[in-house]
């Protein structure tokens, strides 16, 4: 980001979980604990999630898409450990210090402007119509790190519609929890919070963009974004607003953390774009967590779905 804090990662290539290894203990965990436990116990694949001893609740879902191909699922204390989230510091490790300051129930999340059904609604209320699913999304951090996590949520647009938005509702913009007794790193004004995100409404309804509220078959931690989070696979990691308490439909282009702060570095739109450099850093090659070399980062990150979104669009104006 604009703050651009030399911070080597330390690779530590045997906290990588193979794909394979991570299906496989879904399936043995489908298979029943009685049976199973007797049978594979020694050899039970690692759970990275129950290894870190989180003490977050185990959720249920009804189906897994895996959207990453045959690429490893990051580690789930590298995703937990190695976080941008400003409002507890700027560090990659100071979220995961210093977050549990975060209060996350009760917690309601405000929808209004340009619908039908705007309301405040608490957040069992906000997920009860929604059964939970697990998506495995490729996640680039316009700093050029990456990684893969299984997310649980649901679709964004599943919750949208909900509120009928009017055909004055072109755009959503989103807004992130501000309170200075939760967040005492917000009161040094790195950024102008509370922070600020925003979608085109058909951006916001295609089927990819992902509201989150657990990782790991677990509830989401504080460092990202509990207890409420946008995923967009396809778009720089700063898209992705965490702890949302405001969600409101607006008819002209809402204003953004980022872009506010600094319009040449970081556009609205921020799809994943390897041939358009951030103008201090190259944008083709990114680091996956947990690996040792560099690989090529894909149009999109990898998901050409979102393309007709910008059919006729310039992508090098429109950054
Ligand atoms: N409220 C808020 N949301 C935020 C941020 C932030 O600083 N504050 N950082 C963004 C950035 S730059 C990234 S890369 C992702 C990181 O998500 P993760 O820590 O879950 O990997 O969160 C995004 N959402
Ligand atoms: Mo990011």
């Known amino acids: 980001m604009l703050i651009k804090i030399e911070h080597p990662y330390p690779v530590r290539s045997s906290e990588i979980t193979p794909e394979a290894q991570y299906w496989d203990r879904r399936q043995f965990m489908r298979m029943g604990a009685a049976a199973a436990g007797l049978a594979l ?23 897994t898409t895996n959207m990453a191909g045959s690429e490893n699922i990051t580690a789930y204390d590298d995703i937990t450990h190695y976080n941008n989230f400003y409002e507890f510091g700027t560090g ?46 490729r996640h680039r ?23 009928k938005p009017t055909s004055k509702g072109k755009y959503v913009s989103f807004q992130t929890l501000l309170d200075e007794r939760q967040m005492p790193e917000t009161a040094r004004g790195v950024l102008d919070f509370p922070y600020r995100e925003g979608l085109r409404i058909d951006e916001a ?39 949302i308490v405001r969600i409101r439909f607006t008819e002209r282009m809402p204003m953004t953390t980022w872009n506010q702060l600094a319009p040449n570095e970081y556009g609205f739109y921020a799809n994943v774009n ?46």
């Open 205 to 243: 309804l295609h089927p990819l963009a992902f509201l989150s509220v657990g990782l790991y078959g677990k509830v989401l931690p504080n460092q990202n974004g509990a207890p409420l989070r946008l995923t967009l696979p396809w778009k720089y990691g700063f898209k992705s607003i965490k702890s």
């Open 92 to 137: 990659k490790t100071d979220p995961a210090l210093n977050a549990a300051t975060l209060r996350t129930r009760p917690w309601s999340v405000v929808v209004d402007g340009e619908c039908e059904a705007p309301g405040v609604i608490d957040l069992e209320d906000l997920m009860r119509p929604h059964a939970l699913e697990e998506r495995v999304y």
């Open 41 to 63: 116990a020694g050899c039970a694949p690692e759970d990275p999630a129950e290894n870190s001893k989180s003490p977050l609740s185990a959720l249920k879902t009804v189906k």
């Open 274 to 319: 390897p041939t358009v450099d951030h103008p201090r850093w190259s944008q083709s090659r990114e680091r996956r967590l947990g690996e040792l070399f560099k690989r090529e980062t894909l149009m999109f990150n990898g998901y050409p779905e979102v393309a007709p979104l910008y059919a006729g669009m310039d992508l090098r104006v429109n950054y």
């Open 141 to 163: 951090c316009v700093e050029a790190w990456s990684l893969v996590a299984p997310w649980v949520g649901f679709p964004l647009g599943d919750l949208l519609k909900r509120f």
